[in-house]
């Protein structure tokens, strides 16, 4: 890297969504020293974990200075801080459709953590989940050790005694841009504009298969379903017997 920036890495996990969950992070300084975090709660969902570790992250550095540099696989935590907490507080913390912002008190705690070390002195950047990334994997262990409440010791330490290669960084780690339709005829696949599921009657929208395939992966009953634009997200939920609003 260029210059010294702290670099920190987080991940959240439920198991069930909801479900017990748990997150995780690394938080890496210049003068070369590791913390290792995590934590749990006995029901939760993914998003909201994931936001936690965020979270947990930027009130570990109060009252540090420099810029950090935060890597996540949560496209969901780096869309809403970056591009969508503008528009809602602008609706007085509405979605676009009217409805209540999920997870309110969640994204104002990191938008005032945010804030108060000033936005452009945190770069977010986007990892794939599951890549073999070794930073990105260690947070998912943490996390998910804490969620299943398996023992998982957390690391303290200088960099030169951290077993996990946390600067073996991606080269790109923008979020990836959501694929164009094909033009190639009918076959074409249309892009996905949110991806919808029902878990034990409750929908939930998500922004990546990835967050759509783990909640609904081994729950019985549950339904899902790619919504390729605002007004057939609407659609598939009234099909469902649903609302945007009840997202």
């Given at each position: 890297m260029s210059e010294?920036?702290?670099v920190v890495?987080t991940?959240?996990?439920s ?11 690394i938080?890496v ?7 290792e ?7 939760t ?6 936001l936690?570790?965020a979270?947990a992250a ?5 009252g540090t200075?420099?810029r950090?540099s935060?890597?996540?696989?949560s496209t ?11 528009n ?10 009217g ?6 008190d969640?994204?104002?705690?990191l938008?005032?953590?945010a804030?108060a ?7 977010w ?10 930073g990105?994997e260690?947070?998912d262990?943490?996390?998910d050790?804490f ?8 690391y303290n330490g ?13 080269d790109e ?9 094909s ?13 919808l599921?029902v878990?034990?009657?409750k ?11 783990q909640?609904?992966k081994?729950?019985s ?17 009234g ?7 009840d997202?």
């Open positions: 010294a920036h702290i890495f991940d959240g996990a198991k069930g969504n909801p479900g017990p969950g748990g997150w995780g992070v938080i300084t210049p003068d070369g020293h590791v913390t975090r995590g934590g749990r709660a006995d029901t969902t993914n998003n909201k974990m994931e936690t570790g979270i930027l009130t570990s550095l109060e200075t420099g950090v935060i890597y996540t696989d969901y935590v780096i869309q809403g801080i970056s591009q969508w907490m503008h809602w507080k602008r609706r007085g913390w509405k979605t676009a459709t409805g209540d912002v999920m997870n309110r969640l994204w104002e705690r938008d005032e953590l804030s070390r000033d936005a452009r002195a945190i770069s950047h986007y990892v794939r989940g599951h890549h073999g990334i070794p990105n260690r947070v262990e943490i996390a050790s969620a299943i409440q398996k023992p998982v010791a957390l200088p960099l030169s005694g951290y077993p996990v290669p946390v600067f073996d960084l991606p780690t923008s979020v990836p841009p959501r694929s164009k339709p033009s190639r005829g009918s076959d074409a696949k249309a892009a996905a504009y949110s991806y599921s878990v034990d009657g929908p939930m929208r998500h922004f990546t298969w990835k967050e759509c395939e909640r609904v081994g729950r009953g549950a339904r899902f379903k790619k919504a390729t634009s605002p007004a057939d997200e609407a659609s598939i939920l099909a469902w017997n649903f609302k945007p609003d997202l």
